[in-house]
């Protein structure tokens, strides 16, 4: 439209709506719908924020109920029935199960500002000012989670040098030419390697923007060990791929890991409300009243929505075992896709997935045409050579199959490959 | 209570619940209800988030709708008629009544995140690192914001230095000692100086955490003519005082001015929900595509509150005329209280204001003492020495007078002072 | 010549010998002379490096003697006699008349060198980080020396941003429009101002790069007392202003100062050599066993030269008399030289003035004029608008005269003033 | 001694001074001798800034010439005839028979000095401002020169982060389990590694300080050609390894590299005197006039005693045929010595060179033995673990053996060896 207002009002700075201009007015679970009633399926998730789908019915009703009967929406750090709602329910169903003694701290509602905070209690804490941060991380736009962030685009973004931190290669960043932890290790270690101890590591398990890069657990429980022997604080990055997105409620928990900061944001409202949790073993809890704060930290829609998804999905096993089962049909799913590229293969972890392809141009040529076929699905990685998935958690076997049967068709347009795709066609 | 699980589970950076220790589970126009049903006037609006009060019945109902109807909530930058809706109201009742021809960003749903975006597009722009902030400015908490803010306190939690940055003394900060702009002016223009040409000057006209000290108009204006002489950029920085909060929707409008770039958040849903804006004159888009980006751009909800905020409020002068009235009453009734405190003063403009006391422990008790008789109002400034207000803009004249008698009283209390404040006393 | 191997072999950095072409052969006391015999009289004496001229035949013969007698030349931070002689000659001569209980450090032996040591040394007692400098400051051209210089062009050169550092008024910066530490003091006082709390401040009684802005004793003294009280080392940089140039040994001595620490270099050899000390507070002496070092500590030359020099001029008054007498001579002869020009004023003091003139260009033309009449005389300032004057301070009435009288003349040709400087024309 | 001045007066800042107490008084060629007459063997050399031995005699006579005959001392960036010839030969004898077309800057007279401006140009010229610098490098104290250095405690001696640079691995930094640049080049085709596209990479070929290890000619060419392809900086810093320490005038001769900039300081004056250069390709010659300077980049003795330095050493090859010689005999010597500890290991090349022993403790043990054998020899390394041996380059061989003898029998005493060191004994 020539004078769509989006285009000439808003600045150039947005990329999503560049690649899907379509408008979407409503939503429920895996699926999005324009404007003129066009569904779209949603393997995209807001970017990992709608792990139970878009406006789920329960929690959608309760967001109706407490803002038609004037619940506080916004309260700052005071106290509501609605916070301690989330408190009550977040110690009871995801601390205890799991041996979990965290302090909770809301540090503003973004992934951004979850790092912050964590970054600033972690130097606080230990008086050193050094961070490491892996290879193709991404943690945040805000000048101090850009300075851990490896995309150099969004770096120079900065436009000041970015300090107090430097790179480690993240797990098999050599294609197996060097052993784990060589490269920390010596750093570590040797007094003269010029890498200043730093105060913490920050790590994602999986790393959803950089690439899909998966650690194996093995890699993460080591990283941890290592840093205990030489009192470096651990701090996990779960914003994408915490809230079950890789099949526990956090990414670590299947390594064994107890990190000693963990960053949660995106899902955990479950609703797509903006919320964040910086959480952190009691002894490093020695900020000063007001020290790190915000305005949008007491978001009581948030409280509300994200209390009765926990209970909803993490009371007990039953959703993660459903989960299990999808995640096992979704990597078949992409298992049988990427045969049709030699020099393909599966990346990433439970629900946080896609396939690499060694042609960089493959990725975006398949959402493209996805985006043709109806589906969300973006891509991910340095050069966007990698087609990321995220369905929702909660998706049905017949919606991911139908979702997987459009990669497959977008795969082959993309590539001009005629064969048959008939396995993975799901009836549109 | 002993069990109390804000104080188990929470971290102690908390620090407005510490002094309002209430837990407040409704809300409506000026006032909050306790669980237990006690009723407290609200003189602090969220931090200046709640400018149209607590859970305005149209907005409330409109969000009550949406949610009902399944529209979409979580959009990142994806297009959706509730974005269309508030982009195409704020230029038809903001932007275009104003002559301002500004692109309009969403970098991140806070304050912090629209500074962050400022300093980064202005380093862009320019070509330059250096940032000059002002005296007991407070931009926010995240490393960018933080680096351009005053207070000690919070400047130590970054853990590491804050660089990139230099501060300039802000209006009056001399007390009438020194030429305004005596220090800015041979900054620039001896290059001997030894402070680097600044990419940007970011201003708040009103300093609301930094001890409510209001620019002049005049001085606003010398500064804009200054830096257009000199080729640097002016950033207002409007989170707080801005959305009518001083009598017009921009606190600039006054003065004149037309600053390069505009940070916008705080109450611009008008619904107390996560939003914000970054406003830019066109030939400053110079952004990449997701150059800087955020999960959380895309709230829905404050999308369609924001839009209807702005048509209720804005769209004509009535509701500004009936608050300049409001402020007028608000400053006589500070100068009445202020008069039983020899050496107080009158701080602030328009509904961001309070009184400035000598001995810097008695905003800290006045608050304690209001908060006794259900008042909710903070103190501001390095020292706490300032009882700040902030009431909901759209207050009705005898709620606005209840809140001064309770602090008249307040303060005599707080002074041990048994004057009798009974021209403001209001029926409780 | 088209063959110069200067030209054709040297990087362009190169500044003095731009305007100074000539290339010199011999030099002795206030004069040298080119390779064709040409003399000239020497008012810049090598930067400050040459306070008792050149080639003092006292310590040229010291020189010889020492050299041709295989006395130890490099010696790093061994102990040889000619260290032992220069420390107990300078805890003799210059220590403890001036009941200056300090430690020596050798750190390297040039001006941005002790800076470096300087800084490093300040932070590690207070465990802070940032540092104040003033306006126009010059400290040298190394990364934490550039960062408290002002000169702009300097500072670009660093290629980074500089930090770490703030500047302040220097003396008189407003030209009486500001009280003094009006600034200082509220950065200080202000736990808003966003002015981090220093380490140190560190100042020149003397600007001498800077335009040669001397600060008067009161506000030297006010300074350090400003800074005993909040617990900030001052650090005086007499690497230019010091061994005399003022008046006095230290150029502090008349303000009545013990700096916490203080930086020497420059004439500190008595011969142009190499040679640096870094002196402070016993108790400051943290150092750990070679933090800071350098392999040109140890010049042995320059010890022998340094301790018969100290021995030689300030064993007792006698020279600093002479030298008062001649501060007097220098000081009536620039007034009336700056009378030709309405608008100049006489800057700096001692031996280290000069004439700053109303137009920029005047003092670049007085100083090209006064070597076409066989005068080095350099400028300064962060435009070169002051000429500025350093003959030896040994210079005989006769030769001080004589370079008075060629600046005269310089000023009248530059300014096409064709009157008659008669009074101060000394014989050629 | 009781009343020391030394120990009263100086800093505790020293080292050399600390395992060496003796006082050098005289100095020949490979020998000191202390006041009382002893006499001591120098394999230290000034930390290498005395390659062709204390005071040479041709070197001697020329000072003592040049001084007694009033030749200009000081003379800033000015021409002399001193400065000419030093240029001229420099020229002649160094750049023209090795086809290097270098630009010489004359940075100020010691290492950190020619670093910082090697720094600064890079930056300069590239527009970048990141720098890679290598595990265990030394190049100096200054903050710029601070930040690519990588020893712990030196780093800490700055007192702020260190910043603008970051590490990579050196040569066989991890004993072969990993290939040569993996890192470096993931660093550089990855656009997600979040290290900055750097302006330049410094390296030493032998890493003096850093515990003598030496880079393979191989790799050397390697990282050549590695960062011409990425249009990146090469910087050598040959301060301790050039003027021949390693067998040729330059070190990195020998891999056939012509690096963008050169750092040279140390030996270039052939008598200890403080002076240093900074060569660069003439397209790199950016500077504006000035914006690099220093009071002593005039060091005329240094200037005469490095010309006839460069003659008698550098005019044909027998000076490099002989010192090829006494590296094989000094090779040849260390492998002897070194059989007597099994696992300790020869490390550095030509004639900057040692033993590396797995007991941390050996190294300082035998430096020990050797001083009260009257042989002065130090100890490298981030645990001080190598004993580092720096003969003159023009030792005569029977001097070489008699110190390898000491060496010999002092491994023997520090570790209880009972063994018959008598081939290597030599005649005291």
Same mark, same amino acid.
């Given at each position: 439209?020539?004078?769509?207002?989006?285009?000439?009002?808003?600045?150039?700075?947005?990329?999503y709506c560049?690649?899907w201009p379509a408008t979407f007015a409503k939503a429920s679970g895996p699926y999005q719908w324009t404007e003129d009633g066009t569904r779209y399926l949603d393997f995209f998730s807001g970017a990992g924020a709608l792990n139970y789908g878009h406006n789920h019915p329960e929690l959608r009703d309760l967001v109706v109920d407490y803002v038609a009967?004037?619940?506080?929406?916004?309260?700052?750090?005071?106290?509501?029935?609605?916070?301690?709602?989330?408190?009550?329910?977040? +110690?009871?169903?995801?601390?205890?199960?799991?041996?979990?003694?965290?302090?909770?701290?809301?540090?503003?509602?973004?992934?951004?500002?979850?790092?912050?905070?964590?970054?600033?209690?972690?130097?606080?804490?230990?008086?050193?000012?050094?961070?490491?941060?892996?290879?193709?991380?991404?943690? $945040?736009?805000?000048?101090?989670?850009?300075?851990?962030? &490896?995309?150099?685009?969004?770096?120079? &973004?900065?436009?000041?040098?970015?300090?107090?931190?430097?790179?480690?290669?993240?797990?098999?960043?050599?294609?197996?030419?060097?052993?784990?932890?060589?490269?920390?290790?010596?750093?570590? +270690?040797?007094?003269?390697?010029?890498?200043?101890?730093?105060?913490?590591?920050?790590?994602?398990?999986?790393?959803? +923007?950089?690439?899909?890069?998966?650690?194996?657990?093995?890699?993460?429980?080591?990283?941890?060990?290592?840093?205990?022997?030489?009192?470096?604080?651990?701090?996990?990055?779960?914003?994408?791929?915490?809230c079950g997105r890789? $099949?526990?409620?956090?990414?670590?928990?299947?390594?064994?890991?107890?990190?000693?900061?963990?960053?949660?944001?995106k899902s955990i409202s479950g609703y797509g409300l903006a919320m964040?949790?910086?959480?952190?073993?009691?002894?490093?809890?020695?900020?000063?009243?007001?020290?790190?704060?915000?305005?949008?930290? $007491?978001n009581?829609l948030a409280?509300i929505t994200a209390a009765r998804a926990l209970e909803l999905f993490w009371?007990?096993?039953s959703f993660?075992?459903q989960l299990?089962?999808r995640?096992?049909e979704l990597?078949?799913?992409?298992?049988?896709?990427?045969?049709?590229?030699?020099?393909?293969?599966?990346?990433?972890?439970?629900f946080?997935?896609?396939?690499?392809?060694?042609?960089?141009?493959?990725?975006?040529?398949?959402?493209?045409?996805a985006y043709?076929r109806n589906l969300l699905v973006e891509?991910?990685?340095?050069?966007?050579?990698?087609?990321?998935l995220m369905p929702a958690l909660n998706i049905e076997s017949e919606d991911l199959q139908k979702g997987l049967a459009i990669i497959?068709?977008?795969?082959?347009?993309?590539?001009?490959?005629?064969? +048959?795709?008939?396995?993975?066609?799901a009836p549109r």
């Open positions: 439209m020539a004078t769509d207002i989006f285009d000439t009002r808003e600045s150039q700075v947005r990329s560049m690649n009967n004037d619940g506080v929406t916004h309260s700052m750090d005071m106290k509501t029935p609605a916070k301690r709602r989330f408190l009550e329910t977040f +110690e009871r169903v995801i601390l205890e199960p799991r041996n979990m003694d965290y302090k909770v701290m809301f540090p503003g509602p973004t992934g951004t500002n979850t790092v912050e905070a964590a970054l600033k209690l972690a130097r606080k804490v230990t008086g050193r000012q050094h961070i490491l941060s892996f290879t193709n991380a991404f943690h $945040g736009m805000t000048l101090g989670a850009l300075s851990v962030t &490896g995309n150099s685009m969004k770096r120079r &973004g900065a436009g000041i040098p970015l300090t107090n931190s430097s790179k480690i290669p993240y797990d098999d960043y050599f294609d197996g030419d060097m052993p784990d932890f060589l490269w920390l290790e010596k750093i570590l +270690e040797d007094s003269g390697s010029g890498v200043d101890k730093p105060a913490a590591v920050i790590v994602e398990t999986v790393q959803g +923007e950089g690439g899909l890069n998966a650690a194996r657990m093995d890699w993460l429980k080591s990283l941890a060990d290592l840093l205990r022997r030489h009192k470096i604080l651990l701090i996990v990055d779960d914003v994408q791929a915490g890789t $099949g526990k409620f956090f990414s670590f928990e299947e390594a064994g890991l107890y990190p000693d900061i963990v960053c949660v944001s964040a949790l910086t959480l952190f073993k009691p002894e490093l809890d020695v900020w000063e009243g007001g020290e790190h704060n915000g305005t949008f930290r $007491g009581n409280f009371a007990d096993d993660q075992n299990a089962e995640i096992t990597n078949e799913g992409l298992k049988r896709i990427a045969e049709h590229v030699p020099g393909s293969s599966i990346r990433g972890r439970g946080l997935t896609g396939i690499h392809f060694p042609n960089p141009d493959t990725a975006g040529k398949v959402a493209a045409e043709k891509t991910s990685g340095p050069q966007d050579e990698v087609v990321k497959e068709e977008s795969l082959l347009a993309a590539t001009g490959n005629l064969g +048959e795709p008939s396995r993975l066609r």
